[in-house]
């Protein structure tokens, strides 16, 4: 106590002030200035962040598949080609009041036991706040190589017995927000839609359970 009483103007008192600054703490004041003023930095930004969090309140984006069909799901066993058909309605909702959303690009990639079996891209469009854009009508149809190990080959057979699919679908998005006048720059999230459709028999439709989907962490 008595001590920095005998020395006045070392240490941290003699921060930022250049009169109090001697030769032997100028380097100490120097870094103690610097570190004040990231610290205020920091504060400061933590401030501004928190007041545009509460001003914006971010409120993630809901992705449905309301509707699916498949007319088509055949695994032809010797040269691993599977012919497909399946078409989807999607429902995308921006439940954000002050945030509209640039979807720049959505690319819809279908898979089976993890191979990947189609893909599509959706016409860019920019979603207004409080509002739900219906996408419908995504067919993804034809053949493609699907490689299933045994587990995949039984999972397979095990649908086919059962006469539903489980197929993931994924959305690969590349979205901007727009607040007023400003806009962000990119986002990249993945959605996540793990499909169970019923198979339709002869046109007969079969029902589908609507189903949501999820942020997936790459
Ligand atoms: C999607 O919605 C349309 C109506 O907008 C409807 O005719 C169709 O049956 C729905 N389902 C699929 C899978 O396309
Ligand atoms: C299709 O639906 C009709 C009426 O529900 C039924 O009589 C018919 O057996 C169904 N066909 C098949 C192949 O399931």
């Not at 691993?80 to 002050?98: F, T, V």
């Not at 945030?99 to 469009?125: H, V, W």
Request: charged share 15%; hydrophobic share 35%.
């Amino acid at each position: 106590m008595s001590n920095s009483y005998n020395h006045p103007g070392r240490g941290s008192s003699c921060c930022c002030n250049p009169l109090k600054c001697c030769c032997g703490c100028i380097f100490d004041c120097l870094c103690t200035c610097i570190y004040q003023i990231i610290c205020t930095i920091l504060v400061v930004l933590a401030i501004v962040a928190i007041v545009l969090f509460i001003f914006f309140r971010p409120t993630p984006v809901k992705f449905n598949v309301t509707d699916a069909t498949l007319t088509q799901f055949d695994l032809a066993t010797p040269n691993d080609n599977l012919h497909y058909n399946l078409a989807m309605n999607l429902s995308i909702r921006n439940p954000n009041k002050r945030l509209s959303i640039y979807y720049d690009n959505i690319e819809i990639r279908a898979l089976y036991e993890g191979q990947r079996f189609a893909s599509i891209t959706l016409k860019p469009f920019h979603q207004r706040t409080k509002t739900t854009t219906n996408v419908d009508n995504i067919v993804l149809s034809g053949q493609n190589l699907v490689l299933l190990h045994n587990k995949g080959v039984s999972k397979y057979n095990q649908d086919r017995g059962s006469g539903v699919y489980h197929i993931d679908v994924d959305l690969y998005l590349r979205i901007r927000f727009k607040a007023s006048l400003f806009k962000t720059s990119h986002f990249k999230p993945k959605i996540h839609c793990d499909l169970k459709v019923p198979l339709s028999v002869d046109g007969n439709r079969t029902s589908f359970s609507p189903t949501t989907c999820h942020l997936a962490w790459h």
